[in-house]
């Protein structure tokens, strides 16, 4: 059974989507699009760079949108409609699995990203916040290194992103994100990787970010996911228009429980996921998190024919529905 995931901040490069606008009509509509509704040559963006232009959140969110989206057009453009079991995103890719499942239109999705992005460029003043990956050590080392810094600290830092079973993202202010990544040191942590981002995302200082795009969320209509979406909240399946505002709103503040994801959708019964999108990071932790699944990228025109015949296999595959 296949699962459609989607990359978040970060798989950004100079040149994505370039060669799928220049060989998909689908693929190519999609930028346009983009390009109209933000009002931004944003498929310039993309295509040329430089690379500085798309490093600030609130471009670089829906330039990713826009590629993934570019991305798995021209995929149905070649297959014919997907049947996935499941979708889910990480971060900001959540947004583009709720495109793919049909829960949240391409142009809302834009504007709300554009928004996203603003939002969280504004919670905290620059050089306030930080982020650092700390690899080599499970989440209880972390989890002990973020409660000590605090303490230490007075300050805010928290597990960000649970990207794979040794390998966590902190976010917090930047003393406090420096103490832990010490201590997590200290605590047999292999590295401590500070990270070049434009804020502290998914920590709670994100809160400010996170009431104004509950705001935002309540002018946007939602549909009922087909299929299903893995939640970065909750690490479970929403299937009901309902609920996806609120856990929108908390994702910016909570952390992204993706090794918890992936360990669910392998319960649920996924065999294999590609990744649609730049980059090729998400397969990269997969491979970590449950070596069992099949795995596949498509981010690169030289991935479409493989990509076709792995969707295609997922189809053929008994007892399933794709």
Same mark, same amino acid.
């Given at each position: 059974m296949l699962a459609l995931l989607f990359p978040g901040q970060g798989s950004q490069s100079v040149g994505m989507g370039r060669d799928a606008a220049e060989a998909s009509p689908a693929a190519r509509a999609?930028?346009?699009?983009?390009?109209?509704?933000?009002?931004?040559?944003?498929?310039?963006?993309?295509?040329?760079?430089?690379?500085?232009?798309?490093?600030?959140?609130?471009?670089?969110q829906p330039a990713i949108l826009a590629t993934s989206v570019a991305w798995l057009r021209a995929l149905e453009e070649r297959v014919g409609a997907l049947d996935p079991a499941w979708v889910a995103g990480h971060s900001l890719g959540e947004y583009s699995a709720l495109v793919a499942s049909g829960a949240l239109g391409f142009e809302d999705a834009l504007r709300l990203v554009r928004a996203r992005g603003l939002f969280m460029r504004d919670a905290v003043p620059p050089g306030?916040?930080?982020?650092?990956?700390?690899?080599?050590?499970?989440?209880?080392? +972390?989890? #002990? *290194? %973020? @409660?000590? !810094? &605090?303490a230490e600290t007075g300050e805010v830092v928290e597990p960000a992103n649970f990207n794979a079973p040794a390998q966590t993202v902190i976010a917090g202010t930047t003393a406090? +994100?420096? #103490? *832990? %990544? @010490?201590? !997590? &040191?200290?605590?047999?942590?292999?590295?401590?990787?500070?990270?070049?981002?434009?804020?502290?995302?998914?920590?709670?200082?994100?809160?400010?970010?996170?009431?104004?795009?509950? *705001?935002?969320?309540?002018?946007?209509?939602?549909?009922?996911?087909?299929p299903p979406v893995i939640a970065n909240v909750t690490?479970?399946?929403v299937d009901e228009a309902a609920v996806i505002p609120a856990l929108l709103a908390r994702q910016v503040e909570a952390p992204v429980r993706?090794?918890?994801?992936?360990?669910?959708?392998?319960?649920?019964?996924?065999?294999?996921?590609?990744?649609?999108?730049?980059?090729?990071v998400l397969a990269g932790l997969v491979a970590r998190i449950a070596p069992s699944l099949a795995r596949a990228n498509l981010g690169r025109i030289e991935d479409l024919a493989a990509a076709a015949h792995f969707v295609s296999a997922a189809a053929a595959e008994p007892g399933t529905a794709g």
């Open positions: 999609v930028f346009e699009t983009a390009d109209a509704v933000l009002d931004l040559p944003l498929s310039r963006l993309c295509f040329e760079g430089p690379e500085d232009a798309l490093l600030p959140t609130e471009i670089q306030a916040g930080a982020m650092a990956a700390i690899v080599g050590a499970d989440r209880a080392v +972390v989890e #002990a *290194a %973020c @409660a000590q !810094a &605090r406090a +994100v420096r #103490a *832990a %990544c @010490a201590a !997590a &040191r200290a605590g047999g942590a292999k590295r401590a990787l500070p990270l070049a981002v434009s804020a502290p995302f998914h920590c709670a200082l994100m809160a400010p970010a996170a009431a104004r795009l509950r *705001a935002e969320l309540t002018s946007v209509s939602f549909a009922d996911p087909h690490a479970e399946p993706f090794t918890e994801m992936v360990e669910r959708l392998v319960a649920l019964g996924a065999t294999r996921v590609l990744e649609v999108g730049p980059g090729r």
